[in-house]
């Protein structure tokens, strides 16, 4: 298991005020922080970590969302609880989590940026989860 929120929270800071990975290389964004579905408690751990480092930072936060539609939502519950600034979060790969445009809609409402990147990704069958059809590159930019 993870190490406790507090000591993931002083990793993450120390990543972006000193280096990442004992070298002088500073992260810019804490990020792409990965969920799945469900999430998972190691998950939740990591994303409470986030929310407080970022509260401490002011920096922005890349999530790459777990392959339900209610994925997105839900990290950004926990990132709220836990004192995130969702507006400056970045939902990443939403052209292939939420389909449904009055869904996308709502969750926008949420006010964190929508990341829809995963152009030239063109498919019949994601492979990730076969009950997807993947929008083409024109549907993406309808959407």
């Not at 929120?5 to 070298?23: F, K, N, Y």
């Amino acid at each position: 298991p993870p190490p406790p929120p507090h000591q993931l929270t002083d990793v993450i800071v120390g990543e972006v005020l000193r280096g990442a990975d004992g070298t002088d290389i500073r992260c810019g964004v804490i990020g792409e922080i990965g969920t799945s579905w469900p999430i998972t408690d190691s998950e939740r751990k990591v994303l409470v970590a986030t929310a407080h480092a970022q509260a401490q930072l002011g920096c922005p936060v890349i999530i790459h969302p777990g392959r339900n539609p209610a994925a997105p939502a839900q990290v950004v519950r926990i990132l709220q609880e836990a004192g995130g600034d969702i507006g400056k979060t970045v939902m990443s790969h939403l052209d292939r989590t939420i389909f449904d445009h009055g869904e996308l809609l709502e969750f926008a409402q949420h006010g964190c940026y929508l990341e829809y990147d995963l152009f030239g990704t063109e498919m019949l069958n994601y492979p990730y989860d076969l009950t997807v059809d993947m929008p083409s590159d024109s549907q993406r930019v309808q959407a």
